[in-house]
T-cell receptor
C-alpha cells in the first residue's frame, strides 16, 4: 500500500520564487504532519511540524494540511540557493511514533 | 543545541558479518527509532523503542536485527548477518513523546560487499 505519495521532481526555480511542495496520503488516521529537509547523504532536518488541519507559518515557510482532501503542502517564499535540497514529507497517526515518509522532492534554486 | 549523534559515519563490511551501529539520542528524550534509506528510495521505519522494549517494528525488522540501550546514553542497532541488500543509510531518531517531533541523526552509511 502506498501510504504517502510525493512527486520526486526535480523542481528547479529562480532565486526569489515561491515554491510549492505537496504530498498526498491515503491513511485517514494520520494526524501529525512534518516536513524535513535533507541534503545529500545527510540526515533529515525537521522544518515544520503540524497537527491536524490548518496552516502554520515559520519565517519563509508555511505548512498547510487539508485532512478532508488528504493533502499537505509546504510553501517557501523568497526562495534562496541555500534552500536547494530534498524535501521530505512525513506523517503519523500512531501512538507509537512510526513515521511514514514520502519519496522526497528534489529542489534546486538557482541564483 | 542538542542533537542526535551517530557512529560510525561509514561502515564497510562483508556479507555475513555482524555490524553494530551506534547512536546517542538527545539526552532528555525517551523514545528512540531506527530508520533506513536505500539509495534513491524512501526513508523507511525499522523499529521504535521505549522503556527498554521494542514498541513497534516493521516487516523489515526481522530476526537478523536487534536493538539495545546498553547504558543511559547509547542506543544501538545490530545486524547479525549482513546481506547485500542491507546496504543503506541508517538513521537514528529520538523524541520526547511519540507524538512529538522526531530529531534525526546524520546517519551511518552501511556498505555490504
Amino acid at each position: 500500500q502506498k501510504e504517502v505519495e510525493q512527486d520526486p521532481g526535480p523542481l528547479s526555480v529562480p532565486e526569489g520564487a515561491i515554491v510549492s511542495l505537496n504530498c498526498t496520503y491515503s491513511n485517514s488516521a494520520f494526524q501529525y504532519f512534518m516536513w524535513y529537509r535533507q541534503y545529500s547523504r545527510k540526515g533529515p532536518e525537521l522544518l515544520m511540524y503540524t497537527y491536524s488541519s490548518g496552516n502554520k507559518e515559520d519565517g519563509r515557510f508555511t505548512a498547510q494540511v487539508d485532512k478532508s482532501s488528504k493533502y499537505i503542502s509546504l510553501f517557501i517564499r523568497d526562495s534562496q540557493p541555500s534552500d536547494s535540497a530534498t524535501y521530505l514529507c512525513a506523517m503519523t497517526g500512531s501512538t507509537l511514533g512510526r513515521l511514514y515518509f514520502g519519496r522526497g522532492t528534489q529542489l534546486t534554486v538557482w541564483p | 543545541e542538542p542533537e542526535v549523534t551517530q557512529t560510525p559515519s561509514h561502515q564497510v563490511t562483508q556479507m555475513g558479518q555482524e555490524v553494530i551501529l551506534r547512536c546517542v539520542p538527545i539526552s532528555n528524550h525517551l523514545y528512540f527509532y531506527w530508520y533506513r534509506q536505500i539509495l534513491g528510495q524512501k526513508v523507511e521505519f525499522l523499529v521504535s523503542f521505549y522503556n527498554n522494549e521494542i514498541s513497534e517494528k516493521s516487516e523489515i525488522f526481522d530476526d537478523q536485527f536487534s536493538v539495545e540501550r546498553p547504558d543511559g546514553s547509547n542506543f544501538t542497532l545490530k545486524i547479525r548477518s549482513t546481506k547485500l541488500e542491507d546496504s543503506a543509510m541508517y538513521f537514528c531518531a529520538s523524541s520526547g513523546t511519540p507524538r512529538d517531533e522526531q530529531y534525526f541523526g546524520p546517519g551511518t552509511r552501511l556498505t555490504v560487499t
